[in-house]
């Protein structure tokens, strides 16, 4: 398909490095370029996999190499509407992302997991079901969750598992791309910047089933309303879950036990407060999520129950860190939005100073202050959204709030307004970008500097 084809792809981070690496797989010419003009052409091509030629380019892209470009291969933070793709796309170059150049390698079976919230927990603990299962050397864990499909499709084997988490950037560039089993968390307004519209925004997150059929299984919240309806349209066998109600088949809980019923059968699998080691309902969501999608991918309940009761939190979200001074301290960094940060701040039990605030990605902030629900002792906020909020905050009756310029002065702040019994809690509801690289980098700080206060 790419053989002999000149290949654009456009960003020279470590997804771009690993399409690199594939495309020269495939026999394509490749050209791998960035527009940030500070880079060096030299330093990008000493990054690229030994063996591998790819012509580097910086800053703006000579007309000749976009018109002979016939395969566009965009990083996942690439925008698929900027002038340059909209120009090829009408050309009529072939547009891909990550995940479809890679899924065009994958000799195996594909289970793919999206959402706005609840990815990174759900796939990290497929991922570990289907190890327990295949073993590590036969189970690959790639996509939005740090690890480029790119670097691993080429390890894969007929009877090997990728387990992808995706995201709604990557899934806009996908055409053939075809999971056994997929789910859909839920949805809920975010990357409205770039999406621009909700329903474009659903529709990239529906993308993850286009290809499915009823010899696949798709995995949806019966409690979120754009993937119940979705459960109405979608192509693949439907296996709905719930946190709030019984279902006639499907996942469900029952107070505080998750409940398994189908062809009028059921059976009790676990105790949510006892077999697990996550918190929060959101998380008996991930749980019942990562059930059945392993159910659906063949592995057997005894090992799939077996991992859930031995896994732990992912980091940065709701991690426990340390109690120092009587303060129990809670790192959410991956809190990058409102919904997920009403569950960060719903697995408090206790008076709560909470760090928010970040990047501006559109989002309202209303439901979120709502959630508080009389829990939150002071609101510290940083960042480009601080006022937005604040006033956000101010219009629900919650009027403890203080800013902080800096990263360190807020977490000064926080440990000064601090009493024995209090929780702090990084759950900011906004991404990072702007005062850190990622979510990742504000997380791991934040504990840096928890772990360095004194015990006593």
């Given at each position: ?318 991690e426990y860190v340390a109690t120092k001074k009587g303060v129990v301290y809670y790192n959410d960094s991956k809190g990058t939005n409102p919904d997920a940060a009403i569950q960060g701040i719903k697995a408090m039990d206790r008076p709560t100073i909470l760090i928010g605030g970040g990047y501006d990605k559109q989002n309202t902030y209303d439901e979120w202050i709502e959630s508080f629900d009389g829990k939150v002792k002071w ?78």
């Amino acid at each position: 398909m790419l053989e002999g084809r000149n290949c654009l792809i456009i960003g020279s981070g470590i997804s771009g490095i690993g399409a690199a690496g594939l495309l020269a797989n495939f026999g394509a010419k490749i050209t791998l370029y960035d527009g940030n003009e500070k880079l060096n052409p030299e330093e990008i091509a000493a990054k690229l996999p030994q063996g591998v030629n790819a012509k580097c380019i910086v800053g703006e892209l000579p007309k000749e190499v976009e018109e002979a470009t016939e395969a566009l291969i965009l990083s996942p933070g690439v925008p698929t509407d900027i002038p340059l793709v909209i120009r090829m796309r009408e050309r009529g170059a072939l547009v891909l992302g990550e995940i479809e150049l890679a899924y065009l390698a994958e000799k195996g079976t594909v289970a793919a997991v999206t959402g706005t919230n609840g990815k990174t927990t759900t796939t990290t603990l497929l991922g570990e079901i289907m190890k327990a299962y295949l073993g590590e050397e036969k189970t690959f864990v790639v996509g939005n969750i740090g690890n480029p499909y790119t670097l691993e499709v080429l390890k894969t084997s007929k009877d090997s598992v990728t387990v992808g988490e995706l995201s709604s950037f990557q899934l806009e560039t996908i055409h053939t791309f075809r999971p056994h089993v997929s789910a859909i968390l839920n949805v809920t307004p975010d990357h409205l910047n770039r999406h621009h519209t909700m329903e474009a925004y659903v529709q990239a997150k529906e993308a993850v089933a286009m290809n499915q059929t009823k010899d696949d299984t798709c995995v949806l919240n019966y409690e979120n309303e754009y993937t119940r309806d979705f459960g109405k349209r979608c192509p693949a066998k439907v296996v709905f879950f719930s946190s709030q109600r019984e279902l006639e088949e499907g996942y469900f809980l029952r107070g505080t036990r998750i409940i398994r019923k189908f062809n009028g059968g059921e059976s009790d699998l676990m105790d949510i407060r006892t077999d697990m080691n996550l918190v929060g309902i959101h998380n008996a969501e991930n749980v019942m999520a990562g059930i059945a999608m392993a159910e659906g991918m063949g592995v057997p309940m005894d090992v799939i129950l077996r991992v859930i009761k031995d896994f732990k939190a992912v980091e940065h979200r709701i991690e426990y860190v340390a109690t120092k001074k009587g303060v129990v301290y809670y790192n959410d960094s991956k809190g990058t939005n409102p919904d997920a940060a009403i569950q960060g701040i719903k697995a408090m039990d206790r008076p709560t100073i909470l760090i928010g605030g970040g990047y501006d990605k559109q989002n309202t902030y209303d439901e979120w202050i709502e959630s508080f629900d009389g829990k939150v002792k002071w609101l510290v906020l940083i960042g480009q959204t601080r006022e937005k909020i604040a006033e956000c905050a101010k219009k629900h009756g919650v009027t403890q709030i203080k800013f902080a310029d800096t990263y360190d002065e807020c977490l000064q702040l926080c440990t000064a307004l601090a009493e024995p019994g209090d929780a702090v809690l990084l759950s900011p509801a906004c991404a990072s970008w702007g005062m850190f690289p990622n979510y990742e980098t504000r997380g791991r700080l934040f504990k840096e500097y928890v772990n360095a206060l004194p015990n006593e």
